[in-house]
């Protein structure tokens, strides 16, 4: 247990759903992330928010979109996904986003478009 | 961005000593060396992060030399529940640091 909570765990949508993945996390650290995991391929990062800067990698598709609220919660909303799509979803926070805070990953939410 | 390289893959028995090695040879004043476990389907677990010398926490030590051109993870007596990915990183921001392939430990009986 990270801190860092996600969910759902799992989640299968089709390519025509609408469908949010949740992460909340617990430490009191104001930085959240998401990152994708695909097989066999490197972590990605997606998207952060902090107070100090908000990051967006232009390569993710506007099919997600990201929603910060507050500190402690970060949302994904997937829209019109694709099959490729299908990955380990991982969010994180940390106190800042220098280092040498640590980051603190959650569980992850496993995709899968059908 | 300061580049790294780690072996893809390394085997060990439990009871010893693993040192996994990362080169980053291009590493910036300002850039620290973090690693991270990773699990199967599990999220990245922070282990040790260090700028200079040698850093120790319960889990594990980091070896930095003086030029910080390479680092090493020093995992001690390993067991089977270390089988695990382990990344090293390099960087200053976290929205900067960069997951390549890591080094797949495997602790065999």
């Known amino acids: 247990e990270t801190g860092v909570t996600q969910t759902p765990r799992h989640l299968v949508m089709g390519m025509t759903n609408k469908k949010s993945l949740k992460c909340e996390q617990h430490?009191?650290?104001?930085?959240m992330y998401w990152y994708k995991q695909s097989a066999k391929k490197p972590l990605e990062l997606m998207f952060v928010?902090?107070?100090?800067?908000?990051?967006e990698n232009n390569s993710v598709p506007s099919r997600f979109s990201p929603e910060c609220p507050n500190s402690s919660h970060l949302f994904l909303h997937l829209h019109t996904l694709q099959p490729e799509d299908s990955a380990l979803y991982l969010c994180?926070?940390?106190?800042?986003?220098?280092?040498?805070?640590?980051?603190?990953f959650g569980p992850g939410t496993r995709l899968t478009v059908t | 961005l300061a580049k790294t390289t780690q072996p893809i893959s390394m085997d060990s028995y439990e009871g010893q000593e693993v040192n996994i090695t990362c080169s980053h040879n291009?590493?910036?004043?300002?850039?620290?060396i973090t690693w991270y476990q990773q699990f199967p389907s599990q999220g990245p677990r922070f282990i040790i992060q260090?700028?200079?010398t040698k850093v120790t926490n319960e889990v594990a030590s980091l070896f930095i030399p003086a030029d910080r051109k390479s680092s090493t993870l020093s995992l001690p007596r390993v067991s089977l529940s270390d089988t695990a990915v382990y990344y090293c990183?390099?960087?200053?921001?976290?929205?900067?640091?960069?997951f390549g392939k890591g080094t797949m430990l495997l602790v065999s009986p």
């Open positions: 291009n590493i910036a004043t300002n850039d620290y």
């Open positions: 994180a926070s940390s106190q800042g986003t220098s280092v040498p805070y640590e980051q603190y």
């Open positions: 928010y902090s107070l100090e800067e908000r990051v």
């Open positions: 990183l390099v960087g200053e921001r976290y929205s900067t640091l960069t």
């Open positions: 430490l009191g650290h104001n930085a």
């Open positions: 260090g700028y200079k």
